[in-house]
């Protein structure tokens, strides 16, 4: 069931790629508006492209952060009868690992983070930091060419 998970992300990128190919042959042109980036596109890579992206989106929030393992309830277990012993090679179930969590939001070109931790929050004041110079780069490259 993990290979499921990748589905959205793999249709994103395939997505990302279909509208880099319908660049660079000409079929579709970027802006940036307000630092929002705008694909207008007319060929078949710049229709597939946009069919792709939003089939990742979907794909990722339908299939991406569920988990997929059984639960077990307390209140469907078997009740024990008086007297009786447990075997001796039962393992106790392990306490459940904390989902640690992070994000970043643009608000504008300034990025906002926040994070269930500390190590996470790091980790996504990081990935904010690339993805602004990155942004930088890409616009500042898209205004002198």
């Known amino acids: 069931m993990r290979t499921i998970r990748l589905l959205g992300p793999a249709a994103l990128v395939a997505g990302l790629i279909a509208f880099g190919w319908a660049v660079a042959r000409g079929d579709a ?18 229709i597939l492209g946009i069919l792709l992206v939003f089939l990742g989106f979907a794909l990722t929030f339908f299939f991406g952060p569920f988990s997929f393992a059984p639960s077990s309830h307390p209140a469907t277990e078997s009740p024990r009868t008086m007297g009786e012993v447990p075997p001796q090679d039962v393992v106790p179930p392990q306490t459940p690992r904390a989902r640690r969590w992070g994000g970043v939001v643009f608000l504008g070109p300034i990025p906002v983070v926040f994070g269930s931790d500390p190590q996470m929050t790091r980790r996504m004041l990081l990935l904010g930091a690339i993805l602004f110079f990155a942004l930088l780069i890409l616009t500042i490259t898209l205004f002198f060419v």
């Open 29 to 46: 042109k970027l802006y940036l508006i307000f630092v929002v980036p705008v694909i207008v596109g007319t060929g078949p890579f710049a």
